[in-house]
């Protein structure tokens, strides 16, 4: 298992600004409370950049030395950055996106020093040249921070996934966190969105609290919030679905952003909180044929739904279209998963956001769809006006004037399920 060895992290927060950019109120006091916080909790050793020691020149510096694998803190001491270091790059300030609509690659993204001029874009620094200087340490795990507007076009530096669903920490699983690339990238707000009120092009930060609200859930998630598979070990999987589930309690119009440069591959930065022990992890359960998660040429069914991940925008699409529309045909090609779509996707949220439904389980009509109908309405204890003893036959159903279900004579099928819909 290849450990981490040695915490390191660029922590930049600015308030003071000049050249006719507004000033803040919490960034230089959030990055203040984080580099405190990873100091005493996670032994990291802390490189604090704040207010008039944040310069273009001297922020450049830090990046410059990157190529050089070096770290290079204000008392001349340089640290040479290994393969078995982490490092961590935070920065609360002003962000400015310029417009995308001549750029194929989307808007680019800057975030703004302390010595930035309004109108002068070479006086800030362009979120590619953090990126780019950042994929040259050598170090196995890095993590960015951004807390400022328009965060998320660093999307647009980095390559883009969407975040997978927090995972239970197994020794098997955080020997593979910590010994993968790991290179990630957290956002206080999407490309569009600004971190809460601004001022023409620059956001201003809300006054409301002594920190801005993603550094306040960022403090609290680092405090150990955060660890919510309760193994010792905060992911930056789970960090970012803590402050996304948060942010959804709240006020703030900001949405968090997650995603991954391009050399990261099996790793998670990870956070480990003090009393951690990785033999007290459990090992990971043996795979049979219940619990094996890959199902082949069979379908998920609704008992897989935990199981059943990378199409959580097209359920989502699904359940909306189905609340909304009294009939809905799932179509495509065989075998491309629309069976699982329906029972380990839709019927689970279904049953979580319709808790007024009555939703039957799946059936197949075969040569007499009335006797699945009813025998699916049985099992599901209707009333038995709604059901007969008699089983409908094809001709009947042809007809449709049968009274085995409960139909009066001539009333449709469509009918029926209108009703019990209702």
């Known amino acids: 298992m290849s450990e981490i060895k040695r915490s390191l992290a660029v922590v930049i927060g600015i308030d003071r600004y000049f050249n006719n950019i507004p000033p803040l109120q919490t960034a230089a006091n959030d990055a203040q409370q984080l580099a405190n916080l990873i100091e005493e909790k996670y032994q990291y050793q802390v490189l604090l950049l704040l207010d008039t020691d944040a310069t273009l020149s001297n922020i450049s510096e830090i990046l410059a030395g990157f190529a050089e694998k070096i770290l290079v803190f204000p008392d001349g001491n340089k640290v040479q950055v290994a393969a078995d ?49 950042l994929i040259q340490l050598p170090c196995r795990h890095s993590l960015i921070i951004l807390d400022c507007c328009f965060a998320g076009t660093f999307r647009w530096a980095a390559v883009h996934r969407e975040a997978v669903r927090s995972q239970k920490v197994y020794r098997e699983r955080y020997a593979r966190y910590t010994s993968g690339c790991a290179q990630q990238v957290i956002t206080s707000a999407a490309h569009d969105e600004k971190a809460a009120d601004s001022l023409y092009r620059f ?17 609290k998630a680092l405090e150990g919030e955060a660890d919510l598979t309760k193994d010792g070990v905060i992911t930056a999987t789970e960090l970012y679905a803590y402050l996304q589930s948060e942010f959804g ?46 199902k082949g040429l069979q379908s998920f069914e609704e008992a897989d739904s935990d199981k059943f991940f990378g199409r959580q925008g097209l359920t989502k699409n699904l359940v909306q279209f189905v609340t909304q529309h009294p009939l809905t045909v799932v179509l495509g090609a065989s075998g491309s998963g629309k069976s699982s779509l329906v029972k380990a996707g839709l019927l689970p949220q279904l049953k979580k956001t319709q808790p007024n439904w009555r939703i039957l389980s799946p059936i197949r009509p075969g040569e007499s769809p009335f006797s699945a109908l009813n025998s699916a309405l049985g099992n599901e204890n209707f009333p038995e006006s709604l059901i007969s003893n008699e089983l409908v036959s094809d001709k009947d159903l042809q007809e449709a004037s049968t009274s085995s279900v409960g139909l009066e004579k001539g009333q449709s099928l469509q009918s029926l399920l209108y009703k019990l819909s209702a």
């Open 85 to 133: 270091d982490r490092i961590l790059f935070y920065f609360a300030g002003h962000g400015i996106a310029l417009d995308g609509l001549d750029n194929a690659e989307g808007p680019a993204g800057f975030l703004i020093p302390q010595d930035g001029e309004r109108d002068d874009s070479d006086t800030w620094l362009s979120m590619q040249q953090l990126h780019d200087s």
């Open 203 to 219: 956001g201003q930060r809300s006054e409301s609290s002594n920190h801005s609200p993603f550094a306040e859930l960022l403090l």
């Open 249 to 294: 309690k709240i006020a703030a119009k900001q949405t968090p952003g997650f995603a991954q440069l391009k050399h990261h591959d099996k790793g998670e930065y990870i956070f480990i909180l003090p009393g951690f022990d990785v033999n007290q992890l459990p090992p990971a359960p043996k795979l049979n044929e219940n619990t094996n998660p890959y």
